[in-house]
């Protein structure tokens, strides 16, 4: 109760709405202090943060151009044949995207709070579940974000965007990021142990395999299409692929909402469960 109490007291009153739709002892304004933590644990070891942005270029350059080779061109958004490794390069940015958010916010998320304990002595301080939620889903989110300009940048080197909607791209690989990193959070506090991580596997591979990463939705069978349209990394998929090659419609803002939704979702979830397992 005192812990409650002193949140209260040393929550800034600019929040605002926030603060009262928040439940008291939840938040105390300190997200950023997190941040800034794990900047400077990482400064030391910045070639695992740049580590995982090779993945989705060796995929690219042996599919897109590899195996592209033998493929003359594929369907694009609006039906017109583009090549495939234009097919398959925003694809693999949505999925960059997701990687780098999903693992952060999953296995580094476990550690610290299972073996390191680092939560528990967090709680000690004005921050609360809030902060720790908004804190990590704010770094991964930075994270996946690295990885997802990394890639644009050799898309563009490439001469795989055709398109100046391609702008846009790196705001909606950080949506992207971020909303897979609130869910990913959330799921890693239902874990007991590192077994439990196999799940993780479970869902992200077919995501990546099966969410026409690399073949169009409609060679699938029509009850997999169904499936497969309500899958997340299917949405970033559209809208990567609408914004590099400049095929953009009000459609895109349903992809938007999509996961403006999970985010919100995923990050209340993921405090409210931080508070109940660590203030309880």
């Known amino acids: 109760m005192t812990q409650t109490l002193d949140r209260e007291k040393a929550a800034p009153a600019s929040v605002g709405l926030l603060w009262r739709v928040i439940p008291p002892g939840l938040y105390g304004g300190k997200a950023s202090k997190l941040v800034e933590r794990a900047a400077l644990v990482n400064r030391r070891a910045w070639f695992v943060l740049v580590g995982g942005a090779f993945e989705p270029l060796l995929f690219l350059w042996s599919l897109g151009l590899g195996f592209g080779q033998m493929v003359s061109s594929v369907a694009g958004p609006d039906g017109q044949p583009i090549s495939y490794a234009a097919f398959v390069a925003p694809a693999l940015l949505a999925a960059s995207a997701m990687n780098g958010a999903v693992y952060d916010a999953t296995f580094n998320v476990f550690f610290k709070f299972k073996y390191v304990k680092l939560y528990d002595a967090m709680l000690t301080t004005p921050m609360g579940p809030m902060d720790i939620a908004m804190g990590e889903i ?60 196999d799940l993780v596997q ?60 999970m985010a919100a979702v995923g990050t209340v979830v993921a405090a409210r469960r931080l508070g109940t397992l660590l203030l309880d």
């Open 138 to 197: 704010a770094w991964a989110l930075l994270r996946g974000g690295l990885y997802s300009a990394g890639f644009l940048a050799v898309m563009l080197g490439m001469g795989l965007i055709v398109s100046p909607w391609a702008l846009l791209a790196l705001p909606v690989a950080l949506l992207v990021a971020f909303a897979f990193a609130a869910v990913g959070m959330a799921a890693t506090t239902f874990m007991r142990s590192w077994q439990d991580f």
């Open 202 to 261: 479970l869902a992200v591979l077919p995501l990546f395999l099966f969410s026409t990463t690399f073949y169009p939705l409609s060679v699938y069978p029509g009850w997999l299409q169904a499936v497969v349209s309500w899958t997340p990394l299917y949405h970033a998929i559209e809208l990567m692929r609408g914004l590099t090659l400049g095929v953009v419609g009000w459609g895109m803002l349903g992809h938007v909402a999509y996961f403006a939704v």
